[in-house]
DNA sequence: CCCATTTTGTTCTCGCGTTCACAAACTCCT
DNA sequence: AGGAGTTTGTGAACGCGAGAACAAAATGGG
């Protein structure tokens, strides 16, 4: 069971690494866009919102893909890294819940570009099966099994109302689908070996409105004990 | 500069749990929605999708809100935290870029029920620009200053193609903007005590496919060393 | 050919976050 | 009233990730 390749040995890329090498990729391919063939570990930190010991360290689990004295060839690294998270390869992706945020879900353009293709929209809400959105025609909820068979796909998208998320996921699980993203802001519960990710636009907001009023509430305490200590502006 | 309030004396609520607070704030209302009027930690917990030590450790950093013995004021408790977030006052908020994304997030209901009122929508696209999304108008970006005034926006949402992203935090920062969330997959730059938190569909996909991957290459090693040690199924 | 310079890859240290484990505090039953 | 049973709040141990600092390796100039 715990048998691996030889290939595989020391790869145990820490969770945090992974969730920046997605951002090291983007880094890479706008500085190849802009003609650029070679990067130091600067630069491509600064370019992709990092410092730069982190940068290395992270890429130092990859693998030995730079030179010393001279930095990273671009399109190289660029590709390692795209192999590492798989984006070289075809992932195909279906995505239930055809709302507001499905809608745009569906015509995001970067998904295509970096290897994920939708291949079916679906919702339980008949009015809206049979539309088409982003080329795709809308089909209904029941055909899910059809379409994660025919096509064989891994990763599903939940963009559904919160209510009908973990109804979602769990026809999902039952299914074989084992990587989930969910957007409805609910808490799915998911059997092991199955990976769940959230997004949530209302808690990011939250997040923000927090520290917001932090500063606020920084800001008017100073204010008061100027006053109450007879300092102030004249 | 440094001087506090009293009242604000022991708070430093870690990171981690500030962003976990929005998750039991919404475990606590569908609990609420369901009549329940008081709870465990362990309860919570498994609303939240947590488990309770962690719970119970990030409601203490708020203060003494439960009973022991007993467990927790459902309702008493959310109005706790929703303080201690801010969501119980009102969020001003504009969106910047009625794409696809932006059509989605100026429908979003979640926001309004939260506290977040979106109070413009702007686009630099003059073609976009007086259409009515969700009940709003969308007005032109250079009205972005005039509208931050008289609202007092302090939070405003990117949803821009990439190559706006910065120029759109510039702006909004230049006119005193603190809090930017950001849906744009691009890094932005701020100062200092400008908080920007960032929202990417496509990272959180690639996120996924690298341990998709990983589970197939997992699958493919074991398997290719059954084949070679010549054991496997009849 | 050797040395100065640059830049990577890695080691070490520190701090934060998670989890365990338990004392304190409350309720309920006898 | 007292003890058994619950459940919170927190002290302590542990592990992971961030960042500083440095050794190793490559280049280029004299």
Same mark, same amino acid.
Do not use: L, N
């Given at each position: 069971m715990t048998t691996r390749s030889s290939t595989d040995a020391a790869r145990v890329i820490p969770e945090a690494t992974v969730a920046r090498l997605p951002v090291y990729l983007r880094a890479l391919t706008a500085l190849a866009d802009n003609g650029i063939r070679t990067c130091s570990s600067e630069d491509l930190a600064t370019a992709a919102g990092v410092n730069s010991a982190k940068l290395r360290k992270d890429l130092s689990y990859l693998g030995s893909y730079g030179t010393r004295g001279v930095g990273y060839d671009v399109d190289y690294l660029r590709y390692q890294i795209a192999r590492e998270i798989g984006v070289t390869q075809d992932w195909p992706v279906v995505i239930v819940g055809i709302g507001n945020l499905g809608h745009a879900l569906a015509n995001y353009s970067g998904f295509r570009s970096r290897g994920f293709r939708v291949v079916a929209l679906l919702d339980a809400d008949e009015s809206v099966v049979g539309q088409s959105v982003a080329g795709v025609v809308v089909r209904p909820f029941r055909d899910l099994e059809e379409i994660v068979r025919e096509h064989d796909v891994a990763i599903g998208v939940i963009a559904t109302p919160a209510v009908a998320a973990q109804d979602v996921a769990d026809r999902m699980v039952a299914i074989g689908i084992t990587s989930i993203l969910n957007f &409805? *802001?609910?808490?799915? &519960?998911? *059997?092991?070996?199955?990976?769940?990710r959230k997004v949530d636009l209302s808690i990011e907001l939250q997040i923000l409105a927090y520290h917001e009023q932090r500063k606020a509430n920084g800001a008017d305490a100073a204010a008061a004990v100027a006053v109450e200590t007879g300092g102030g502006a004249a």
């Open positions: &409805a *802001p609910a808490v799915v &519960a998911v *059997p092991e070996g199955v990976d769940v």
